[in-house]
């Protein structure tokens, strides 16, 4: 994990449990001799992640609809900080904290996981798109809820066009310093279904229900993860002066050579990949900009100056 990630010690689970008493019906010694949960079953991984995310952000009544992707708070958190490090990257002088920043969440999904985090941790305001009506609709839930406790500098914003990412998301003359995305997976769902039968076969047990959930859009798109996050560097040309850097997890490392080749005739600036790594899941974020050295610069002093 990131060095400055919370997550780096075991879980308390007793203070977890008071936080989401539901967990409690979960949490067993494992062979370890330590607490855990049965991380092949959706509802103690849900509760567990619900009671995390409550420890971290102190949001009240977090929670996701049934069926949609159960995000792992603690790598969650690492693409927040390995964001705020790139970020820093531009302005020695400057920690990217505050409202000054801002970060654009694609496919930000019904629990804005990361907008959470990003808001709790370094005070940025976030943008989070979303193309999914039943997970637009429980994430304004959820901003109403809260909003009537504590103002949040997270604003959720439609995407009315399927085939789009950026457009009708980024507005005219709007300035966003990094955006972000955990994209689709599979190319099919059938693909999406069998990778879940594999999973279950490897654990050496009968399918007791999906032991990662998700939502077809959460899943699978055409043309699968590379497919998606060439549709998104298409885009992001359009918007190369009104993002400072344009960022996208990849999950399989083989996936690489053909996003850098696109990002090259794409004509990018610059482009870095970053490592990632959660006990046995390795995973990167491959980051991309139009903007030279000195132009980054230049918009870090710019929009970070303190007065």
């Avoid at 798109?129 to 109403?144: F, R, T, V």
Wanted: aromatic share 10%; glycine share 6%; hydrophobic share 35%.
């Amino acid at each position: 994990m990131h060095p400055k990630n919370h997550f780096q010690k075991d879980y308390n689970f007793k203070s977890l449990c008071l936080l989401n008493p539901e967990l409690s019906k979960y949490v067993h010694v494992a062979k370890s001799g330590k607490k855990s949960v049965d991380f092949t079953n959706n509802q103690a991984v849900y509760e567990l992640n619900k009671a995390l995310i409550s420890e971290r952000s102190k949001w009240k009544n977090w929670s996701i609809p049934q069926g949609h992707l159960i995000p792992p708070i603690p790598g969650r958190e690492d693409y927040i900080h390995h964001l705020a490090d790139l970020l820093r990257e531009e302005d020695k002088n400057t920690l990217p904290k505050g409202p000054k920043l801002s970060l654009l969440d694609i496919g930000t999904g019904a629990g804005l996981v990361y907008p959470i985090l990003a808001e709790c941790i370094y005070g940025w305001q976030s943008i989070g798109s979303e193309i999914a009506q039943d997970s637009i609709k429980h994430a304004k839930h959820l901003l109403k809820e809260q909003n009537k406790i504590d103002k949040r500098p997270i604003s959720l914003r439609p995407q009315k066009k399927k085939h789009f990412i950026l457009k009708g998301i980024i507005n005219e003359g709007e300035r966003i310093d990094v955006s972000m995305c955990n994209p689709p997976f599979f190319s099919t769902k059938k693909a999406s279904i069998e990778a879940n039968a594999l999973k279950w076969k490897k654990l050496k047990q009968q399918p007791h229900g999906a032991n990662f959930s998700g939502t077809d859009e959460e899943l699978w798109t055409i043309g699968g993860e590379v497919g998606f996050i060439k549709n998104y560097i298409d885009e992001s040309t359009e918007f190369k002066h009104q993002v400072m850097w344009f960022t996208s997890l990849v999950s399989r490392k083989e996936n690489l050579q053909v996003i850098k080749s696109h990002l090259s005739k794409a004509g990018v600036a610059k482009e870095k990949v970053i490592e990632m790594k959660h006990g046995q899941k390795q995973s990167r974020i491959i980051c991309w900009t139009f903007l030279t050295d000195q132009q980054r610069k230049l918009w870090a002093e710019f929009r970070w100056k303190k007065n």
